[in-house]
C-alpha cells in the first residue's frame, strides 16, 4: 500500500515547513509544522483568529531566510516582526488558511488571487479550476485587467488537450452551467501556449488582449430601425466601432452591469420595459429587437385599453 505524505513550504522558509500523511479519502491539506517551524493564522492587523476562521498564513522558525539580496523594499514588506510575540521574524506567505480543530491547516487559496467584480469577490484559482474542467481543456489561467471604465473584467486564457477543439462560446457556456455571471469571464482565449519568464514561469503580463470586437459570425448590418437603434446603444455602451445583429453581447465583452445599461437606454429611448432575465434569454441584437418590439406592442395594447375602458366609464356616466 502506497503512503502519500503533502508538504508544504514556500522558497523564503528553506523550503519545507508543513506536511502530513494523506489520509485515505481526505481533503488535501497543509498538514502541521515541522520541528523549529511556527506558523500562525492572522488577520489584517496582525492578530491570531480563532480556529476555522480564515486567515492569511505567516511563518517563522530557525529556517526563515533573512530577506531578498538587494530588495530591501520587499524583504520590508513580506519579513515582519510579529507584534505578539518578542523577537520573532515572520514570512507574509499571501496564502489563505484556517486552522482546523485537529490542529492541521486547510489551504484556500492565494490573497493575491483573490479579486473584485462589480462588488463581489472572487478567488481567481475557482474560475480557472472549473474552467479546467472542460474535458478540451488542458491548462487554464484566469487574469483581471480594468476595462475603458476602470472596471475590473475577467478575462481567461487556454491551453486544448492534444486534439482537441472548442470554441470560445462553448467554454463560456460550459462555465455558466455552475459559476454565477459575475464568475463568468468576459472572453476566453485559446492559445497554443502560455507565454513564460525567463524563469520558466507564467508570465500573466504577456498575456494578449482579448479582441473582443473580433466575432466568430459574419457581421450583419441592422434591418429594422429597432435593430439600428439598439445597434447604436451597444457601441456605446460596449465602446466597439463595429459590431452585427448576430453578435453575443456577452461575447463581445458584456456583462450584467451593462447590460443593465443597456436596459436603461431601451427605456428611456424607446420606452421598453424588458427585464435582465429577457435580456440574457436575447443576448444578440436580433433577438433582443424581437422582445423589444413585441413588448412595445404590448404596451400600445395595454395604452388603447384603457383609453377605450376610459371612454366607455365617460359615456355611461
Do not use: C
Not at 209 to 226: K, Q, S, Y
Amino acid at each position: 500500500m502506497r503512503r502519500v505524505f503533502e508538504l508544504y513550504g514556500p522558497t523564503e522558509t528553506t523550503v519545507y515547513s508543513t506536511g502530513s500523511l494523506r489520509k485515505a479519502g481526505g481533503k488535501p491539506s497543509l498538514g502541521y509544522p515541522f520541528p523549529n517551524e511556527r506558523v500562525y493564522v492572522l488577520d489584517r492587523r496582525l492578530q491570531p483568529v480563532p480556529v476555522g476562521v480564515p486567515g492569511e498564513l505567516y511563518i517563522g522558525g530557525d529556517k526563515l531566510a533573512r530577506g531578498y539580496l538587494n530588495r530591501p523594499e520587499l524583504t520590508a514588506e513580506k519579513f515582519l516582526m510579529a507584534p505578539f510575540m518578542p523577537d520573532e521574524r515572520i514570512y507574509k506567505t499571501g496564502d489563505a488558511v484556517r486552522f482546523l480543530a485537529d490542529g492541521s491547516l486547510e489551504f484556500i487559496g492565494r490573497l493575491d488571487h483573490q479579486v473584485k467584480i462589480r462588488g463581489f469577490r472572487v478567488e481567481l484559482g475557482e474560475v480557472e479550476t472549473a474552467l479546467a474542467a472542460h474535458p478540451s481543456v488542458a491548462e487554464s489561467v484566469v487574469i483581471t485587467r480594468p476595462d475603458s471604465n476602470g472596471n475590473n473584467r475577467l478575462l481567461a486564457y487556454v491551453v486544448l488537450a492534444v486534439g482537441a477543439s472548442a470554441e470560445a462560446r462553448a467554454l463560456r457556456e460550459h462555465l455558466a452551467k455552475d459559476l454565477p455571471d459575475y464568475m463568468v469571464p468576459s472572453a476566453v482565449t485559446v492559445l497554443d501556449k502560455f507565454p513564460l519568464t525567463a524563469n520558466g514561469k507564467l508570465d500573466r503580463r504577456a498575456l494578449p488582449e482579448p479582441d473582443f470586437g473580433a466575432v466568430e459570425a459574419a457581421t450583419e448590418a441592422p434591418r429594422t430601425l429597432t435593430e439600428e437603434l439598439l445597434v447604436d446603444m451597444w457601441r456605446d455602451v460596449l465602446q466597439l466601432p463595429k459590431l452585427g445583429i448576430n453578435d453575443n453581447f456577452f461575447e463581445l465583452g458584456g456583462h450584467s452591469l451593462l447590460a443593465t445599461q443597456v436596459m436603461t437606454r431601451v427605456r428611456e429611448g424607446l420606452g421598453a420595459e424588458i427585464s435582465m432575465a429577457q435580456f440574457f434569454s436575447a443576448p444578440t441584437i436580433a433577438a433582443l429587437a424581437e422582445i423589444v418590439e413585441r413588448v412595445m406592442i404590448e404596451e400600445i395594447k395595454a395604452n388603447e385599453g384603457s383609453e377605450n375602458n376610459a371612454g366607455e366609464a365617460l359615456a355611461k356616466a
